[in-house]
């Protein structure tokens, strides 16, 4: 009976050590998140410097990765610094743009398809956000250039995320899009 007491302590501590634990990692889950979104206060050196702080971080994911699951961490934050500095999405968008691109021409399929739809997801929201105010045709074609090297793909799954992308950018603001980012589209 003592044993059995003695084990159920036990057991009720570590109910409510783990408990403590999930709020601990909830509650840095939620700061980390809150860095990405308030990135947006930085100053454009800061942000290029979290910004390439984050693609080398997805690099040496990847060497560590090789041969088991890949962190998309480093990869889904460059999409949340994207989203959050869309007014100055110029300031970043070679560096994120460039270091995903190249990652939908990684072997491992998982981090392939991830890549390709946070890139084209990437670029519809930009396009989007940029297109309700007056855009000029050289940021509609810097935002749509990113397509022009998804098409030069060899990975059937990129191609199709890049298909559904210039859809989707087709539909919904195909009336638009100026001339010079049609031969983007088009090719």
């Known amino acids: 009976s003592v044993k059995l007491n003695k084990s159920l302590d036990q057991s009720n501590s570590l109910a409510l050590v783990s408990n403590e634990k999930r709020s601990e990692i909830s509650e840095i889950a939620s700061k980390i998140e809150e860095l990405f979104s308030n990135s947006k206060f930085l100053s454009e050196k800061s942000l290029?410097?979290?910004?390439?702080?984050l693609c080398q971080l997805s690099d040496e994911a990847m060497q560590v990765g090789t041969g088991k699951e890949i962190s998309?961490?480093?990869?889904?934050s460059l999409q949340e610094t994207c989203n959050?500095?869309?007014?100055?999405?110029?300031?970043v968008w070679d560096a994120i743009t460039t270091h995903i691109t190249m990652?939908?021409?990684h072997n491992d399929a998982s981090l392939r398809q991830a890549s390709a739809e946070i890139l084209t997801t990437s670029?519809?929201?930009?396009?989007?956000?940029?297109?309700?105010?007056?855009?000029?045709?050289?940021?509609?074609t810097h935002l749509l250039q990113p397509l022009l090297t998804l098409s030069q793909s060899g990975h059937l799954?990129?191609?199709?995320?890049?298909?559904?992308?210039?859809?989707?950018?087709?539909?919904?603001c195909g009336q638009m899009i100026q001339h010079n980012s049609w031969m983007i589209i088009l090719e």
């Open 48 to 53: 290029l410097s979290l910004v390439h702080a």
């Open 72 to 76: 998309l961490f480093p990869i889904i």
């Open 84 to 91: 959050s500095n869309l007014s100055r999405v110029s300031v």
């Open 103 to 105: 990652l939908c021409s």
């Open 123 to 140: 670029i519809c929201t930009a396009l989007t956000y940029h297109l309700e105010g007056t855009i000029d045709c050289t940021l509609q």
């Open 157 to 172: 799954d990129v191609r199709q995320k890049q298909m559904e992308c210039v859809g989707q950018i087709l539909h919904s």
